[in-house]
């Protein structure tokens, strides 16, 4: 994974931008998953912009083929960290933010959107939204500010429908990045829940305009709500919700 990830193209590293998380528990993949969100960012935005995300969620255990980020018998099903950079260019400037400094969830959102696209599309999900979407806020998200890592943030919290890149076997319409990062379910896997069903993210955003750098900092964390094929609420694991908020405030930005 850190070879195939080498390869890829990468704005923060151009930008000389480090992304570095703490010590995780057993439950994560090990390498960050790194990736050039540029493209999709543009996409979703209307205009061309520089951007890079940086990533871990449930990790593979070596009885299996696949990782617990698709397996939904896991507490890690669909859990998901990261941190994002998104660089100003001659269009936008501190991309987040208001020309007051408030922050502007809808931003917010677009850049979870356009991550969400990476990882559906690699994996063949047919599913979107009337108006073309991949992620719909159910509430409107809050914003407050507080303290993480010496450093003030803009944090914002909500919730938002979307749907689970779960499938067994493989799709035609999918990627080798997909099933390179996550393995592949077997297709006879007994598991409760359909292919690309809908699940509810519940998740914390946060961000940090760093000037200096002419970049915006963005970090996240998610956990998954759904129902399962018997219609039984499946509910976000608080464990793994606390030790997403753990790692989530010692992610440490850096210039080299």
């Known amino acids: 994974m850190r070879l195939v990830a ?37 996409e979703v935005m209307g205009y061309p912009i520089q951007a890079a995300a940086y990533s871990h969620y449930g990790g593979f255990n070596v009885s299996r083929t696949y990782a617990d980020f698709v397996n939904p018998d896991s507490s890690y099903y669909q859990a998901w960290i990261g941190a994002y950079v998104i660089f100003d260019d001659d269009q936008r400037k501190s991309f987040g933010f208001d020309d007051d400094g408030q922050p502007v969830p809808q931003d917010a959102l677009n850049v979870l959107e356009a991550d969400q696209r990476l990882v559906y599309w690699a994996a063949g999900c047919p599913k979107k939204f009337p108006n073309g979407r991949l992620v719909r806020p159910i509430v409107e998200w809050t914003a407050a500010e507080v303290e993480s890592g010496g ?77 399962d094929r018997s219609g039984q609420k499946v509910a976000k694991d608080e464990q793994v919700e606390a030790e997403c908020q753990a790692i989530l405030d010692g992610i440490v930005f850096a210039k080299r």
Not at 10 to 16: E, I, L, S, Y
Not at 27 to 32: D, E, S
Not at 162 to 178: I, L, Q
């Open 6 to 42: 080498a390869t890829q193209p990468n704005p923060a590293k151009r930008h000389g931008i480090d992304m570095r998380f703490p010590v995780r528990g057993t439950g994560w993949i090990w390498p960050t998953l790194k990736v050039d969100l540029s493209a999709s960012l543009s």
């Open 151 to 227: 450093e003030r943030w803009w944090k914002l919290d909500g919730r938002a429908e979307t749907w689970s890149a779960y499938h067994r076997g493989k799709t035609r319409e999918g990627n080798w990045r997909h099933y390179w990062a996550s393995g592949q379910v077997p297709a006879d896997a007994p598991h409760s829940v359909d292919d690309f069903h809908p699940l509810t993210y519940v998740g914390s955003i946060w961000l940090r305009y760093r000037p200096e750098w002419q970049a915006t900092c963005a970090k996240f964390c998610i956990c998954p709500e759904y129902t």
